[in-house]
């Protein structure tokens, strides 16, 4: 009776300890991403309110494979497997913020990678449709986004240059690969006074990060900043 009680005191002892240790870690994580907004986002001059508290609450370690956890808010890309990476913090609070987005708007990304710019991007826009080519990827990053509890964003398996033709259009399009040339598909499912920004170049050249923006039917390119991403690969 005495050794039961000791080791159900142990047991206890245990999971205490091990809830401690998340606890204190989850607050680890915070601290360090709240010094990435302060030190890699606002300081470089991201200003919307919405994507700062985006990037304030979204676990990025989360979405970093865990050996990389550790590294999840570095000023650099991380790897998530598959040959991929998650986009460096800055990156994707600069793409975000140039979305211009109104809070009402029916997004499409192509990349989906982690889930982890579907997730900023659910949070300030209405739906949120995202392709991603590798199965493995997509999957995982779905099954994650749902255990977090995002509702409105939708993983579709494929090759973004097609776009999401049925669910178009769409008031902004993220593109977090590198295209060759822009995907006229994908211009031709942005709304009339919508943007896109998407890198584009060569896999193994300097790409510029465009911004596009489609008014009266125009589609006006601005070139915004030398960036290095993965390619855009074809089926
Ligand atoms: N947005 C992601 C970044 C992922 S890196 C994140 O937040 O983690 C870019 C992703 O684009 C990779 O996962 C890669 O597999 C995917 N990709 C490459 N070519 C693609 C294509 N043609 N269609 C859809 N996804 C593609």
């Known amino acids: 009776m005495y050794q039961k009680c000791f080791n159900m005191t142990l047991f206890a002892v245990a999971l205490l300890c091990l809830s401690a240790g998340s606890a204190s870690e989850a607050q680890d994580f915070n601290r360090v991403r709240a010094r990435m ?16 508290k985006a990037m304030e609450t979204v676990p990025r370690h989360l979405f970093v494979p865990q ?4 590294a999840a808010y570095g000023d650099y890309p991380v790897s998530i497997g598959e040959g991929q990476t998650i986009s460096q913090p800055y ?19 192509i990349g989906t990678g982690s889930g ?8 300030l826009a209405n739906e949120v449709y995202t392709i991603e080519i590798v199965e493995a990827l997509g999957r995982r990053a779905e099954k994650l986004l ?3 509890g995002y509702k409105n964003v939708h993983v579709m398996i494929g090759d973004g240059h097609k776009g999401w033709p049925d669910m178009a259009p769409f008031d902004a399009i993220v593109v977090t690969c590198a295209a060759e040339d822009i995907p006229q598909a994908l211009v031709s499912q942005l709304k009339d006074g919508g943007h896109m920004i998407l ?8 790409q510029q990060l465009v911004k596009v923006t489609k008014t009266d039917d125009t589609v006006q390119r601005r070139d915004v900043m030398d960036v290095r991403f993965v390619p855009m690969v074809k089926e």
């Open 146 to 148: 749902k255990e977090l």
């Open 67 to 70: 050996a990389y956890r550790s």
């Open 91 to 109: 990156i994707v609070a600069f793409m975000t913020e140039a979305l211009e987005l109104s809070g009402e708007d029916r997004v499409l990304e």
């Open 37 to 52: 907004v302060k030190e890699q986002i606002i300081s470089r001059g991201i200003k919307d309110p919405r994507v700062i």
């Open 199 to 206: 890198p584009v170049g060569r896999r193994d050249g300097v």
């Open 116 to 123: 982890y710019q579907a997730a900023i991007l659910a949070g």
